[in-house]
């Protein structure tokens, strides 16, 4: 089996429209969640979220890209782009055909449904644009990447709700693991926050009205972001051969599934992933020092999951630091896992272990080091990143320091 | 309660079919878990208030004792019920 690198990483979302700015805010422990600003955003009840700010996509696409790309295409082009250049990978000729594209979103092109439901229901209008289609497929994205960068091996989007991107890259890791590809392009993205978008979320009653609150006692739900994490993973020995500078190793990865129920979480479900990735990865629960937390402020989740880190670690559960940067830039659904793996990349790379902001009171039922409003300086070697979807899919990736 | 039995019994008859029981089993003083109405059937009655009175009812899953809508009991929630009502033809 082969080892797999990361080569390349990109990102945008509530806290920057790239990697160092992102990573500046997650060391300062900035917020990046704030009023929502679209249309109808007064019949909601729910009014906060980590939207992307100065966002002009008119800067970054031409018109006929714009009329094709939905948000959520936009957010991860431009990610890739980064992440792409960063790796400094030439994908022309013969190796673009070794590699592909493997992309998460749960809600694919949901602005370019809400506007056109809006025109044809509310607008009473006939006809829509007719680019609607290759817009809002859950694909878009992947294909245009493929496109854009003339990859020509194998490319899919994966749809697991708040999992998608964890999916994701743990298919590219086994992918570039078995020798299916030299390197692929992965990650996520979403883009929902929109009035249709926020109003099914709100009748779940798991939204929070003013601040997410990861393992404090008086959290009171979830906060939705938007934006994009893309990275590449590459064959290590290719990376080497090219010397190329590797981020971190992807070590290992585990899913499974609760089989239980359709929103609630289940404690044995995520355990066996986390214990999973560890086997996976060969390592030594004494190994990890991080765990970027799936931590969305629910009651549920994190009371669950803090049982699950808990049981899998076992007496060094009591020594790791466990965060969750949804605090900082909301809950991102299908591109959470993406944004979050930065955080790993960070702690590995830097020694920089990001905060779970917004901590106010303790929770005898959270009792692990959340690493509290502040960021830690903290020499670690490995990392995991969880992510617990509804409907029970869960997805741990493991990394190490290159 | 006596001076509106109608909304007394419309939430009855919603929490009855949400725990798929006949309305007479659903006695004022029981709780949601010993009618069998787990978390999502919670929301779905609460859409389901929604919809019959055509009000909005304040309520988090995350902090249900927080909230100002009272769920311990289904005179509780009648009374709940009540109180939006009668707010909603005050304004």
């Not at chain 1, 022309?92 to 370019?112: E, H």
């Not at chain 1, 585990?254 to 995520?270: K, N, R």
């Not at chain 1, 009371?303 to 020594?319: I, L, N, Q, S, W």
Request: with cysteine.
């Amino acid at each position: 089996m082969r080892r797999v690198a990361i080569t390349g990483a990109g990102t945008i979302n509530a806290l920057g429209h790239d990697v160092p700015t992102t990573l500046a805010a997650m060391r300062e422990g900035r917020c990046g969640i704030g009023p929502l600003e679209f249309r109808d955003v007064e019949r909601l009840s729910v009014r906060i979220g980590g939207q992307v700010r100065g966002w002009d996509a008119e800067q970054h696409f031409n018109r006929q890209e714009i009329s094709l790309y939905d948000r959520f295409t936009q957010f991860t082009m431009l990610a890739a782009k980064q992440a792409v250049e960063q790796s400094g990978l030439d994908f022309r000729g013969k190796m673009g055909f070794d590699c592909g594209v493997i992309l998460g979103t749960a809600g694919g092109g949901v602005m370019t449904s809400d506007e056109n439901y809006r025109s044809v229901y509310e607008e009473g209008k006939n006809r829509v644009h007719p680019f609607v289609v290759p817009k809002l497929m859950n694909n878009a994205a992947a294909s245009h990447v493929s496109m854009e960068w003339s990859l020509r091996g194998p490319s899919f989007t994966v749809a697991t709700a708040c999992a998608s991107s964890n999916h994701a890259m743990g298919l590219a890791f086994q992918m570039v693991r078995s020798g299916g590809a030299r390197a692929i392009i992965t990650g996520g993205s979403e883009a929902m926050l929109c009035f249709g978008g926020i109003k099914a979320w709100e009748g779940l009653r798991v939204m929070s009205k003013d601040a997410c609150r990861p393992f404090s006692a008086n959290r009171n739900g979830m906060v939705q972001g938007e934006g994009a994490g893309v990275f590449v993973f590459e064959d290590w020995d290719h990376a080497r051969a090219r010397g190329a500078e590797i981020l971190a190793e992807v070590a290992g990865f585990s899913m499974t599934s609760d089989a239980a129920d359709i929103v609630m979480p289940s404690q044995a479900g995520a355990q066996r992933a986390i214990a999973g990735a560890l086997r996976d990865a060969r390592l030594a629960p004494e190994e990890v020092g991080y765990v970027n937390a799936h931590g969305t402020g629910t009651a549920a989740n994190d009371k669950t999951e803090c049982a699950a880190v808990a049981h899998a670690f076992g007496h060094h559960a009591d020594r790791l630091m466990i965060s969750s940067t949804k605090s900082m830039h909301g809950h991102v659904i299908g591109g959470t896992g993406a944004i979050e793996l930065l955080a790993c990349i960070m702690a590995l790379r830097d020694g920089v272990i990001a905060p779970t902001i917004g901590y106010e009171e303790p929770d005898p039922e959270c009792a692990l080091d959340v690493v509290p409003n502040v960021a830690r300086e903290r020499k670690v070697t490995a990392a995991l990143s969880n992510a617990f979807a509804f409907g029970g899919l869960n997805a741990v990736l493991a990394l190490r320091a290159a | 309660m006596a001076e509106n039995p109608s909304i007394r019994d419309r939430v009855i008859a919603i929490i009855a079919e949400q725990a798929v029981l006949e309305r007479d089993q659903v006695g004022p003083e029981m709780s949601l878990t010993e009618l069998g109405i787990d978390s999502l059937g919670l929301v779905e009655s609460i859409f389901a208030f929604e919809e019959e009175f055509d009000i909005s009812v304040p309520f988090n899953a995350n902090e249900p004792s927080e909230s100002d809508f009272d769920i311990s009991s289904v005179a509780a929630i009648i009374g709940a019920v009540e109180k939006l009502v009668a707010e909603k033809e005050a304004a």
